[in-house]
């Protein structure tokens, strides 16, 4: 069913709308259809939306801001903002994710050291030892749910170690990050609204009461090397400690979930590249590339103009919301070629994606997700030499998109 909130074009304007049947399953007939008609697009509902490749690498290079205070023409579905201030934003705007320099560059410096290339690479084994595990009780069982025996508990266990907290019991914790994300999605209704604040509070509350614990037994981990950093006399305050903690978790697992889910669902469904990998496992590190190009686990960034933005002849005020399709911009054929649409897990520059952003607000995980998925991905295809797809069931979000579910027969 079309969403209500979403305006019908009138008099033969185009309008982008993520709530058209069939968007759920398979956005990239509407993202080509963006691309095609508005590349600058302005919607109805007061926010703009840019979808071509060349477009979407130049503003996230961009020295435009992630910080809300900036907004002068305020989209609808963010009306409560203006009364509720930073209490209607995750993390209460603290985290890395909402911070402009020089705010960000002192929280990112803080956080970066732990997500070195030496320190990623030091986890290999440990991820390893979970991926096989999780393929053992798949390979025993014949049937399952891809999701929740792989894709999930693999980051979720990942980043709970890597911080140096106890993994907790998970059902809770999923379906209040899962909630969380969904501030992320555009056009969230005042009733949901309210639920991703409520699930913002109780993570917070959860996080709080971990950092506490964890300033009584420190250890070799991030959450402890958080606690007692500091540059130049910076250190983060109880709460910004709290707000880049609750980043990090639910960053660092949601997204992946997407990645290694997905990656393995366009395996599945593309079985002649599922047999290149097998037969040349070298292939692995670009293949994860491409999946991210031909599938993104986020599709959507945002930024707001600080000064005139020009897209395309399209003349873009500064104070607005512009939001950066990144997975429209990963198979934009005037950048990738008439193969945009296909998956070839060679393709020679599949690591230009746009995937994990660029400029100051890259991806601080991303080293972190490419190992865990070349690692999952990589093992499951020699594991199982002939998986079977049973169903695929999303999750139903229009932008941290992917599997909810995903059933394979590894028998």
């Known amino acids: 069913m079309t969403d209500t909130r979403t305006p019908r074009a009138t008099s033969g304007q ?21 691309r095609e008609n508005a590349p600058a697009h302005r919607h109805p509902l007061g926010f703009w939306i840019i979808s071509r490749y060349e477009d979407v690498a130049r503003i996230q290079r961009s020295g435009h801001s ?16 203006r009364t509720l201030g930073k209490q209607n934003r995750l993390m209460h705007g603290l985290s890395m994710l909402d911070q402009d320099p020089p705010n960000h560059t002192r929280l990112r410096r803080l956080v970066t050291k732990a997500f070195t290339r030496r320190a990623v690479d030091a986890l290999e084994g440990r991820i ?77 509350a959860i996080m709080r009461m971990v950092t506490d614990w964890k300033r009584d037994n420190p250890g070799d981990d991030l959450l402890t090397a958080l606690i007692g950093a500091e540059h130049d006399g910076d250190v983060l305050s109880a709460e910004e400690l709290v ?28 079985p002649d590249q599922m047999r290149r990998l097998r037969d040349e496992p070298a292939l692995a590190g670009n293949a994860v590339e491409e999946l991210l190009r031909y599938d993104s686990p986020v ?41 945009a649409d296909e998956v070839h897990l060679d393709r020679a520059d599949a690591h230009r994606h746009v995937s994990f952003g660029a400029g100051i607000h890259h991806c601080v995980g991303a080293a972190l997700a490419r190992l865990e998925a070349r690692v999952a991905i990589s093992r499951f295809v020699g594991r199982f030499p002939a998986p079977v797809l049973e169903d695929v069931r999303w999750n139903g979000r229009i932008n941290v998109r992917g599997p909810a579910s995903l059933t394979v027969a590894v028998r």
């Open 66 to 81: 992630v910080d809300e205070r900036h907004i002068t023409e305020l989209p609808e579905w963010k009306s409560e903002s």
């Open 14 to 34: 185009y309008v982008f709308n993520p709530f058209a049947d069939g968007f759920a399953e398979d956005p990239y007939p509407h993202y080509a259809q963006l």
């Open 128 to 204: 390893e030892r979970i991926v096989d595990d999780a393929l053992d009780r798949m390979a025993e069982a014949g049937r399952v749910d891809l999701v929740a025996e792989l894709a999930f508990p693999l980051p979720f266990t990942v980043i709970s170690e890597l911080l140096g907290i106890p993994v907790m019991e998970h059902g809770r914790l999923r379906e209040l990050t899962g909630t969380m994300v969904r501030a992320l999605e555009p056009l969230p209704d005042p009733g949901l609204q309210a639920e991703i604040r409520a699930a913002n509070d109780e993570v917070a």
């Open 299 to 339: 599709h959507l960034m945002r930024r707001i103009t600080l000064e005139p933005l020009s897209v395309r002849g399209t003349e873009i005020p500064p104070g607005v919301f512009v939001t950066v399709c990144l997975a429209a911009a990963n198979r934009d054929p005037d950048f990738w070629g008439p193969d």
């Open 243 to 270: 707000a880049q903690v609750m980043l990090l978790y639910v960053a660092g697992h949601e997204t992946t979930v997407n990645l290694v889910a997905g990656g393995i669902l366009t395996l599945l469904r593309h």
